[in-house]
Structures are given as C-alpha cells and as structure tokens.
T-cell receptor, first 112, second 113 residues
Framework: GNSVTQMEGPVTLSEEAFLTINCTYTATGYPSLFWYVQYPGEGLQLLLKATKADDKGSNKGFEATYRKETTSFHLEKGSVQVSDSAVYFCALYSNTGNQFYFGTGTSLTVIP | DTAVSQTPKYLVTQMGNDKSIKCEQNLGHDTMYWYKQDSKKFLKIMFSYNNKELIINETVPNRFSPKSPDKAHLNLHINSLELGDSAVYFC????????????FGQGTRLTVV
C-alpha cells in the first residue's frame, strides 16, 4: 500500500538553527513527493515537490531530495526564521491509489 | 483570483442537523478531493472524484456524501450531524494523475454542538 511516515513533533528551534524533518514513504509504482506547509488558520500550501528519483525540490530556502534507495524525502533548511513556524506535511501521490497520501504533520515553532 | 474556494469558513450547528459545504475551483482541474483534519492536524482523505470515478474512503460514514454538479464544483453534504464530526474540512483539486500538486481551499471549521 501507500503511506507516509514523518517525524513527530512538536519541534522547537531557535532562529537561524538548522532544520531537518524526516519523511519516509511506502508506495507502489513511482510516486510524486511533496512537502506542504500550513500556517495557523490557513489551508495547505505547496512548499516544494519532486516527481522522480534524485530530483531535488527547493523553495524559500527549503530543500528535499527524492531518494528512492532509502524511500525518503527529508525536508531541510539551513537557517530557520520565526516566520517559518507552521505545520509541515510530507505527502505522496500514487497513481495506483489515485489520491494524495499525507503524513501526520510536524509542528515547527521557531523562537527569536 | 482564488484557486480553490470553499464556503462557509466557519459553521456552527446542532447535532442532528443536515449541512452542506461548497467547494469551487477555477484551475481547470479534473479531480477534486475532500479531506478531514482533526484536532491533532491529521489529514484523512474522505473522497476523491473526477469525471470518471468517485473513490470513497470506506471508513467515511454514509452520512457524508459528495455532490458534483459540474467539473468545477464538489460539495460535501452531511446528514444527521454528530459531535464527532467537528473538525476542519478541506477541499482540494489537482490534475488527474497527481504529477502536479494539489491545491487546497482555506478550510471550513465545523463545530457541532
């Protein structure tokens, strides 16, 4: 089956710290992988994506690389800001399931 | 300009009532979805729907039913509301196949009292 596992939060970091949020997946076929971000009171917004193995998605200083050998898509940012405080969701799309599968979300709080 | 819009944003209602949440997308997507997000932020797929197929998550009670008058709309109708239905409901859309991302609405916070 298809599923996404991401590290549990909450995560609290000081401003300018390095961020890693782990994400691993199980999928049939060749999934596309995504990271979404949800700010308080809002819907999910796409942060970055990768559609095939070894692709690197990047946006706003965040990066994630599609690793087929380890079935992972870890999110990283070199220096977080207070404005990065949000809930982050790892997701995959599998055309064998015709839907997006989401991880449980990781809450990030960045303190000044 | 809103890509995926859903109404209302907030909905407070009594147990036993029937209510609907509307969703519209102007992206030309052919697949739409409804997700339920609980208090722990966990997202659960309820339905996915395109012109050809309605896929229902088997754990969704049959009090919930999607209604699609056309390709740009997928409304969620809920009968006999229960306290446990309180959650945030998100509508989303994408091109069939999912190679591009899903776009989400702002959510509808449903509170059943």
């Amino acid at each position: 089956g298809n599923s996404v596992t991401q590290m549990e939060g909450p995560v609290t970091l000081s401003e300018e710290a390095f961020l890693t949020i782990n994400c691993t997946y199980t999928a049939t076929g060749y999934p596309s992988l995504f990271w979404y971000v949800q700010y308080p009171g809002e819907g999910l917004q796409l942060l970055l994506k990768a559609t095939k193995a070894d692709d690197k998605g990047s946006n706003k200083g965040f990066e994630a690389t599609y690793r087929k050998e380890t079935t992972s898509f870890h999110l990283e940012k070199g220096s977080v800001q207070v404005s990065d405080s949000a809930v982050y969701f790892c997701a995959l799309y599998s055309n064998t399931g015709n839907q997006f599968y989401f991880g449980t979300g990781t809450s990030l709080t960045v303190i000044p | 300009d809103t890509a995926v819009s859903q109404t209302p944003k907030y909905l407070v209602t009594q147990m036993g009532n029937d209510k609907s949440i509307k969703c519209e997308q102007n992206l030309g997507h052919d697949t739409m979805y409804w997700y339920k997000q609980d208090s722990k932020k966990f997202l659960k797929i309820m339905f996915s729907y395109n012109n050809k197929e309605l896929i229902i998550n088997e754990t969704v009670p049959n009090r919930f039913s999607p209604k699609s008058p056309d390709k740009a709309h997928l409304n969620l109708h809920i009968n006999s509301l229960e306290l446990g239905d309180s959650a945030v409901y998100f509508c989303a859309s994408s091109h069939e196949g999912g190679r591009t991302e899903a776009f989400f609405g702002q959510g509808t916070r449903l509170t059943v009292v």
